[in-house]
């Protein structure tokens, strides 16, 4: 059974910075898309930052230049750090892996097969 745990939300201000981390078992394969989504209250899931299993990664729109996606494949753990973030971060974050299909992924996250509980960021303005 795959389980995605996330942990490192919470209050911050605006401006400021968090490190989210994902704890990635029973996930077998070896070719993955690992990746970091978020869903705001009202609002359609948004592709954050996918990482592939070969190291390569790429970011949506609201996260290039601020957001850096990691893996660390000792401790299957994926992580997730943002500088200046903003008010309109504010979202529930979940980490996710697929088999396949960064590109898509990033696009449609809801299409993940695998998913975590997620873990609220509020940004103080």
């Known amino acids: 059974q795959v389980q995605l745990v996330e942990s490192g939300g919470g209050l911050v201000q605006d401006g400021g910075s968090l490190r989210l981390s994902c704890v990635v078992s029973?996930?077998?394969?070896?070719?993955?898309?690992m990746n970091w989504f978020r869903q705001a209250p009202g609002k359609e899931p948004e592709g954050g930052a996918v990482?592939?299993?070969?190291?390569?990664?790429s970011y949506g729109g609201a996260a290039k230049g601020r957001f850096t996606i990691s893996q660390d494949k000792s401790k299957n753990t994926l992580y997730l750090q943002m500088n200046n973030l903003k008010p309109e971060d504010n979202a529930m974050y979940y980490c996710?892996?697929?088999?396949?299909?960064?590109?898509?992924?990033?696009?449609?996250?809801?299409?993940?097969?695998?998913r975590g509980q997620g873990t609220q960021v509020t940004v103080s303005s």
């Open positions: 996710a892996v697929d088999g396949f299909g960064c590109s898509y992924l990033l696009r449609h996250p809801n299409d993940n097969k695998h």
């Open positions: 029973g996930y077998t394969y070896s070719t993955y898309c």
């Open positions: 990482i592939e299993s070969d190291g390569r990664s």
